[in-house]
């Protein structure tokens, strides 16, 4: 989940490259589970980054 974690990071700050943006797609269409969980990391980013 790190690995995860850190590439999705990547992908809302926009900083993957094409197959990284790829790889997360993909990991997205999976389930709404995947979904759910980068909602959820996108809520926190912004909520910090708003203190």
Known sequence: ????SNLL??????????KE?????IW???SEY???????LEATVSQQLHV
């Open 1 to 4: 989940m790190i690995w995860e």
């Open 34 to 40: 995947n979904q759910s969980t980068l909602s959820y």
């Open 28 to 30: 997205l269409s999976e």
């Open 9 to 18: 990071l990547k992908f809302i700050f926009g900083k993957c490259t094409a």
């Open 21 to 25: 943006s790829q790889e997360v797609e």
